[in-house]
Every structure is written in C-alpha cells, then in structure tokens.
C-alpha cells in the first residue's frame, strides 16, 4: 500500500542496510557529508555506504516504510561545491532509517524525546539535528556505530 509520495530538497546515503536522509538548506552542507560519508566507505571506516540521491530525493511511504529514490536525471551525480558533478556509484532506493537535519540553528546537545524523532509522509523516524557550523560526520558516524 503506497501512502503518499513527494519530492524533496534533500541528499540520501546507504549506509549499511538503510539510507541516511539528509536534508538542510542550499550550502548546509548535505552534499559533503555525502561524499564523506562515501570516502569513509572507501577507506574501511564504515563498511558500506552508497549514494542514492542528491539534491532532489523521491519519497514515498510504502507499508510503514520510507523508501527514498533518485529521480532518474540525477542518478548517480553528486554535486561537489567548487569541483562540480561527480558520477558515482548508486543504488536506486533505500528505506530511510535515520533523519539528518544539518543548520539547525537551535539543535540541543541532549533534544528532547519529541525532538528526536520525525514524521514524513505518517512514517515516525529517528532523528538527529546537527548545529550550523558542527561537523556532522562524526555525529552520524556514532550513530551508525549505534544503531548497530
């Protein structure tokens, strides 16, 4: 059963068995932390990490799940700041199971319980919001290593 289905200004990874919906303003930095995110795979750090969209991710809320896709004009690309599109390695969905909000410019250190989740098209997912100006890899990187 689909639920409902939207595009969305947004970056998505998979990192491991779920993708990593990134979202955040133009120049937050979704895109880095992507790429990041797909050198730590590369390096050993994290063991599996993928693109499936940048700049615009496809939603669509099927069986209580959040499916993430690339439109097919942008598979595969990923937009680099000051180096331009890279193509790279994809796969072409992913059930999101993390939120990334990057820029949030009231993000606490410890959120409340209401804050630390989301819901996107009736699907409730976990939820980190990372402050302007922090590096988010190593927030994500923890955690990934959490949610095991």
Do not use: C, Y
């Amino acid at each position: 059963m689909i639920a409902g289905s939207k595009s969305v200004h947004a970056t998505a990874i998979l990192a491991g068995p779920r993708a990593i919906l990134v979202r955040g303003p133009s120049g937050a930095g979704k895109s880095k932390l992507a790429w990041s995110l797909l050198q730590a795979a590369k390096d050993g750090r994290l063991l599996f990490a993928k693109l499936i969209a940048d700049d615009r991710v496809q939603l669509t809320a099927m069986h209580g799940k959040l499916i993430a896709a690339a439109p097919a004009s942008l598979a595969g690309k990923i937009e680099l700041r000051g180096k331009g599109i890279e193509q790279v390695e994809h796969e072409p969905f992913g059930v999101v199971g993390l939120v990334i909000d990057l820029g949030v410019e009231d993000a606490d250190r410890m959120p409340e319980p209401e804050m630390a989740t989301v819901e996107i098209l009736g699907v409730r997912l976990p939820r980190r919001a990372i402050p302007a100006g922090a590096d988010p890899l190593p927030i994500l990187m923890n955690a990934l290593e959490q949610a095991g």
